[in-house]
Nanobody, 129 residues
Framework: VQLQASGGGLAQPGGSLRLSCATSGFSLHLFGIIWFRQAPGKEREGVSCIASDGTKWHADFVKGRFTISRDNAKNMVYLEMNNLKPEDTAIYYC????????????????????????WGQGTQVTVSS
């Protein structure tokens, strides 16, 4: 059972990146996936979430800029990030949980990071000119 985040890198302000979360060892179609991020010296915060039924949640600070999607056939979840800002610089993680991952996107978003038991390794996103 594994999550693997990838796709991070260096982007200029206003640029775009697409993060991927590859899942394995479980039936992705049954679970929601949530993206968190953690900047240096800050707590991990929820960014975007997609439930098993495809409903989505985005934090206010990324609404209109980030889009989460999923491809169950490929066991993948994506985070399309547009109009990136320097404050988006962080390590981005995808996560789920055998219990809390089976819920609506808004309910998953209300959970603490510590409620999620399965995490990817994180991918660094740096936004700088």
């Amino acid at each position: 059972v594994q999550l693997q985040a990838s796709g991070g890198g260096l982007a200029q302000p206003g640029g775009s990146l697409r993060l991927s979360c590859a899942t394995s060892g479980f039936s992705l179609h049954l679970f929601g996936i949530i993206w968190f991020r953690q900047a240096p010296g800050k707590e991990r915060e929820g960014v975007s979430c997609i439930a098993s039924d495809g409903t989505k949640w985005h934090a206010d600070f990324v609404k209109g800029r980030f889009t989460i999607s999923r491809d169950n056939a490929k066991n993948m979840v994506y985070l399309e990030m547009n109009n990136l800002k320097p404050e988006d610089t962080a390590i981005y993680y995808c996560a789920t949980d055998s219990v809390f991952g089976i819920d609506t996107a808004p309910n998953m978003a209300r959970r603490r990071a510590s409620d999620f038991g399965l995490w990817g390794q994180g991918t660094q996103v740096t936004v700088s000119s």
